[in-house]
């Protein structure tokens, strides 16, 4: 088989391949709307050559902002046949944030939700036209931005000619397919220009590295416009044959896991925590938490006194409740928390962490899933908190700078450096922060890491959140927080220095949870306010002063009554959030129950 250089390339070999098999399916009221791969080729040329007719030429950007669907998948694949550049948002942006960005971009064209539509300036400077996706809008509608026209619209204003220019657009390997900017948690987001050959490569990669093929089904709840999901979910599983599922609405993930049965799914580490605090608190409403515990315990002694996992027998009636036939699961976005790992793995529940930057297209290591060592060994227990060796083709080595000059090295910690096909052209229209970003042809990720022998990497923190001391010790905020985050008192944790005068503290920002922390101040006998808040938390974190330096340890607490800014995949952003923070036990309590109704 001929590995495609150019995401249609992809797309049209997909469809010779395939044919009448599922591509994707959505399911709209009671039933699934589907898409074959065959039909997906079709319905993307049309759009393609129909955005031609519209008068998009080669190298043109769309934004498109949208939640999954299937006229996302459509409009990126036909934009991209048609020779333009997509750039997908994040669907919850406000309308300040979609003009600046859209705007930063140079987008022509912009592909939008009925549910953004609303939230559309009034004006979208250089945007000739906002075409709507989704099945409520398929024609004309009245927007901020002006008189809009449906996607299907689009398709049917197709004419020979353009049909013509569809053919000849002579997509290549470099020609830039997407301008995606990061979400990063320090702020500060930044076009990624990412090539057809960018993606091709990275998902050649990825095929290499997992054994992922036609047979699999998978359940995809992560967006779109983030390069994970949209390399993997998107590319990687086209171009296998894979069945694809799309969900949104993360309350009917149960529902549509028991409908389709996925052998693999993909998500973030919060929502792998969401989910095992899920489990556990039905668990204890139902006064079956005992005896859950009771089982893990068993389980997980006898994978250490064996190496054999019971967890698929004992936990039979959970995997029943998931599909009964996940081969593993992959977590990927951010650091997933090493005892979160062991949870799922004592569970029977075989997860694989990833690790990738936007800039990387996204996938630079994965660990390789192999069942005989999951049931057998207690190989993944033992490398719990690893992202796996580098993939084919794709290297991976430290940053020493200890002698004053750069050097590559492959041991001792640093800053993690990535080199390869999948590595990026550029920030767009930022080319000082481009050659900040380089050393040589290696491209510095801001991770801290190290490499083991078996060239598994180890991501221990981020560059720029590093708290330097006076005494000129270090420490990295990311080691605590990932002690902690497992406490079901603490919904979210952002470690950061607090400076009075010339001397630097290790502060910590913790909103907590509010029906753990109810609970914890009624079985102390006091009154929920903020004194007894303080003293639950500071309770639980002097528990890690046993595993943390003494430098390392905080010493300044601060509580806040709203959630921690977060990054579209659950990161905190760390550069958003605000120093110091309040606490007022009222807003606190309505945040909470807000919340609770919206979800």
């Known amino acids: 088989m001929t590995t495609p250089s150019t995401i249609p390339e992809l797309v049209e070999e997909s469809a010779r391949r395939f044919g009448a098999k599922v591509a994707y399916q959505m399911k709209v009221g009671s039933g699934y709307q589907r898409l074959t791969f065959s039909e997906l ?242 668990l204890e409403a139902e006064g079956r938490l005992g005896q859950f515990q009771r089982a893990v315990q068993i389980v997980d002694r006898v994978k250490r006194a064996t190496g054999l996992n019971i967890g698929p027998l004992v936990f039979r009636p959970l995997h029943r409740r998931l599909g009964g036939h996940l081969r593993f699961i992959v977590s990927g976005g951010a650091a997933l928390d090493q005892e979160i790992a062991r949870d799922y793995l004592r569970l029977g529940l075989p997860i694989v962490q990833g690790w990738g930057l936007t800039e990387t297209a996204p996938v630079v290591s994965v660990q390789r899933w192999n069942a005989a060592k999951f049931l057998f060994t207690r190989h993944y227990e033992k490398r719990a908190g690893s992202v796996g060796p580098p993939l084919p083709g794709v290297e991976v080595a430290v940053l020493d700078d200890a002698g004053g000059s750069p050097r590559i090295s492959f041991h001792g910690e640093g800053e993690l450096l990535v080199r390869g096909p999948n590595v990026f052209l550029g920030y767009y229209k930022e080319p000082d922060l481009t050659r900040e970003a380089k050393v040589g042809d290696w491209f510095r990720t801001g991770d801290l890491g190290r490499i083991d022998s078996e060239r598994n990497v180890w991501i221990t923190g981020r560059v720029k959140s590093v708290i330097v001391l006076e005494s000129g010790k270090k420490v990295i905020p990311d080691r605590i927080e990932d002690l902690v985050t497992p406490d079901p008192l603490i919904e979210s944790i952002c470690v950061v220095p607090l400076r009075v005068g010339r001397k630097t503290f290790v502060s910590a920002i913790i909103h907590p949870d509010f029906n753990e922390t109810n609970e914890a101040c009624r079985e102390k006998g006091l009154p929920l306010n903020e004194d007894c808040i303080r003293t639950v938390l500071k309770e639980r974190l002097s528990q890690l002063d046993a595993r943390l330096d003494l430098h390392e340890r905080i010493s300044e607490l601060m509580v806040s009554d709203t959630p921690l800014p977060q990054t579209p995949l659950g990161k905190v952003a760390r550069g958003r959030v605000e120093i110091p923070h309040s606490f007022d036990l009222e807003r606190w309590e309505r945040n909470f129950h807000q919340a609770k109704f919206s979800n």
């Open 41 to 282: 080729a079709q319905r993307s040329r049309e759009f393609g050559a129909g955005l031609l007719a519209t008068g998009m030429r080669k190298g043109d950007a769309v934004a498109i902002i949208a939640e999954n669907g299937l006229d996302w998948i459509i409009g990126y694949y036909g934009l991209s046949m048609a020779g333009g550049v997509g750039v997908p948002l994040y669907s919850e942006l406000k309308g300040p944030e979609i003009k600046d960005l859209v705007a930063r971009s140079d987008a022509r064209f912009v592909i939008a939700s009925s549910a953004v539509l609303g939230r559309l300036p009034d004006r979208l400077p250089g945007v000739e036209a906002v075409i709507v996706a989704g099945e409520e809008a398929r024609g004309g509608v009245a927007s901020p931005a002006g008189t809009t026209v449906g996607l299907d619209a689009v398709a049917a204003a197709v004419t020979d000619e353009s049909r013509r220019m569809l053919q000849s657009a002579q997509v290549s390997n470099g020609d830039l397919a997407s301008i995606v900017f990061t979400s990063g948690t320090m702020g500060g987001a930044k076009g990624v220009m990412l090539t057809h050959g960018n993606f091709t490569a990275d998902v050649e990669s990825v095929r290499r590295g997992l054994p992922i093929g036609s047979s699999d089904r998978m359940l995809t709840v992560l967006p779109f416009h983030h390069a994970l999901p949209f390399t993997v979910g998107l590319l990687t599983f086209t171009s296998l044959g894979v069945e694809t599922t799309l969900e949104n609405d993360l309350a009917r993930l149960r529902d549509r896991m028991q409908e389709i049965k996925p052998t693999l799914f993909g998500g973030v580490p919060a929502l792998f925590k969401l989910m095992y605090r899920t489990i556990t608190r039905q």
